[in-house]
């Protein structure tokens, strides 16, 4: 019999939650035996992960969430799976990760994005740039907007937003919320800080658009 233990959504399967002596991010075979169970993972060394994630967020920087996509979903969605015993680096690969999926995946993305988020925040509750990215990634979702505003207008009063794109989503809660003096406020901080001048803009988020789920190692036949 077949069983396979992957990440999935940032979390790892309960099924198995360590391997050769690490928190692991790895794809497990094992095979009936009385005698043994044969352990095959490939491990994603730390400079190789590292370089990765630089990657992801020199896109990311330079606006292109696209791009940061499809090089992580290419590592960190492959079959073969990720043992990651660096907990920093695992979970800085994970939030880059969900904010690529909510920047250029479809609404499954941003859904799935949010749910990481979430869970990366329960873990890091103090952390302004957490709380920054699940404002942004709740814009994506007309039921968020709410919470969007509850998250980062605390961080404004405080003065810890922490980029562009935090200061864009101030803008584009207030101007939803008729505080137009307000939003041009946090346009001027967006323009001060932002690579790109087109990020500051306070204009209603575009809808996501029509894709289907990156895939994940979730979507693998025989995961359970």
């Known amino acids: 019999m077949r069983e396979l233990l992957i990440w999935v959504r940032g ?9 050769a002596g690490s928190i692991a991010l790895i794809a497990v075979w094992t ?11 490939v491990e994603l060394h730390r400079k190789q992960a590292v370089q990765l994630a630089n990657a992801a967020e020199k896109a990311l920087a330079d606006g292109d969430a696209k791009q940061a ?3 992580l979903a290419d590592k960190l969605g ?23 999926r909510f920047r250029a995946g479809g609404q499954a993305d941003i859904d799935d994005a949010i749910t990481v988020l979430r ?22 979702n007309a ?14 009063k405080e003065d810890l937003i922490v980029d562009a794109e935090g200061f864009a989503t101030l803008a584009r ?43 994940d190692p979730s979507d693998l036949p025989d995961w359970r």
């Open 11 to 19: 979390r790892v399967h309960p099924a198995l939650s360590q391997a």
């Open 31 to 41: 095979t009936s035996s009385p005698a043994l169970a044969c352990l095959n993972g």
């Open 69 to 71: 996509l499809s090089m």
């Open 78 to 100: 492959s079959p073969e799976g990720y043992e990651l015993s660096h907990q920093g680096l695992r979970a800085r690969l994970e939030q880059l990760f969900a904010v690529a």
């Open 119 to 140: 869970q990366q925040l329960k873990d890091s509750p103090k952390s302004p740039w957490l709380k920054v990215r699940l404002a942004e990634a709740l814009s994506h």
């Open 143 to 156: 039921k968020g907007t709410k919470e969007a505003v509850k998250l980062i207008e605390p961080l404004a």
């Open 173 to 215: 809660r207030r101007r939803q919320a008729g505080n137009a003096e307000g939003a041009t406020a946090a346009l001027e901080r967006c323009k001060a800080m932002a690579k790109q001048p087109s990020l500051c803009s306070d204009a209603p988020l575009p809808p996501p658009p029509t894709a289907p789920r990156t895939k």
